[in-house]
């Protein structure tokens, strides 16, 4: 039976690869032949990621903008789509960390920054590839959401709620887009040690978190990788609107 992961001939915009687990995603999809739009609010993360994905003998661009500033973000998704000629692959990875907060915490700038960049950046960026992908009946949109939008937190539910909203949008792109041949798919990750988690947890917290894992680690996010690639992959034809959660076993819900 003939299979493959390749992603020869593909081009990815992969939102936040600037670092963590974006820039692991970039990798790994070079690695397997598609071009890459690296994009992050960092220059010199975004940089760096391109670096390693020409490494890999793929093409490269970058594309700096702030997800929250809507009409910057969607011009210059387009500018780079025009460049690469199309987008079939979007990966809506940007995000920010809950950190530790309760709600009496949570004011409305902490509020609007949280589903800014969550959620009105992955909209406004399927919102603008989506276009193109009808046109060409093809295209995989694989966003990042987390275990929290499925058993909730408590101590970030602002996250836990923009998660939630992301799987929302995830199952309805799902079916609106079918007729297009646009699959769509959520990957919901367990904690994953990058610059988010250790930012917001002790060296401690993080060592407790790994030994608690029924599968005896923490995921990496090459682990995450894995998943995301797979999903952009000729082996998923026939998935989408599921949500698919790497998570060392830590949550186990739904049917
Ligand atoms: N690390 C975890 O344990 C974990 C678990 C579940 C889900 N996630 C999700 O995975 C995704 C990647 O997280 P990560 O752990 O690699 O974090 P990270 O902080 O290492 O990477 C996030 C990237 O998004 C970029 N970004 C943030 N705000 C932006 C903005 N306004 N505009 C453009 N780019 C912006 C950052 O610069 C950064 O490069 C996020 O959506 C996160 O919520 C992470």
């Not at 995603?25 to 760096?48: F, P, T, W």
């Not at 890999?56 to 025009?82: H, Q």
């Not at 009808?134 to 101590?155: E, H, L, N, P, V």
Request: glycine share 10%.
């Amino acid at each position: 039976m003939a299979s493959s992961n390749s992603l020869e001939g593909m081009t990815a915009l992969i939102t936040g690869s600037g670092g963590g687990m974006g820039r692991s995603h970039a990798v790994l999809m070079s690695e397997r032949g598609a071009d890459i739009i690296v994009h992050d609010i960092k220059e010199d993360g975004a940089n760096e990621t391109a670096e390693m994905v020409q490494k890999n003998g793929r093409k490269a661009s970058v594309l700096i903008a702030d997800v929250r500033d809507v009409p910057d973000f969607t011009a210059k998704i387009k500018a780079a789509e025009k460049e690469h000629g199309k987008i079939d692959i979007l990966v809506n990875n940007a995000g920010v960390s809950g950190k530790h907060r309760m709600i009496e915490e949570i004011d409305e700038a902490i509020f609007d920054e949280m589903f800014g960049i969550q959620v009105r950046g992955a909209f406004f960026a399927t919102k603008t590839v989506v276009e193109g992908m009808k046109q060409r009946k093809s295209g995989r949109i694989i966003t990042i959401s987390s275990i929290y939008a499925m058993g909730g937190s408590d101590f970030a539910c602002h996250y836990s709620a923009a998660k939630a909203a992301l799987s929302g949008f995830t199952k309805s792109w799902a079916r609106e887009l079918a007729p297009y041949r646009i699959q769509v798919n959520a990957v919901a990750p367990g904690f994953v040690l990058t610059g988010m988690t250790q930012g917001s947890n002790s060296p401690d917290m993080i060592k407790a978190r790994g030994e608690g894992m029924p599968l005896g680690r923490l995921t990496t996010p090459e682990d995450i990788s894995y998943a995301v690639a797979w999903l952009a992959s000729p082996e998923t034809e026939m998935i989408t609107g599921q949500v698919i959660s790497p998570n060392a076993g830590e949550v186990i819900v739904g049917y």
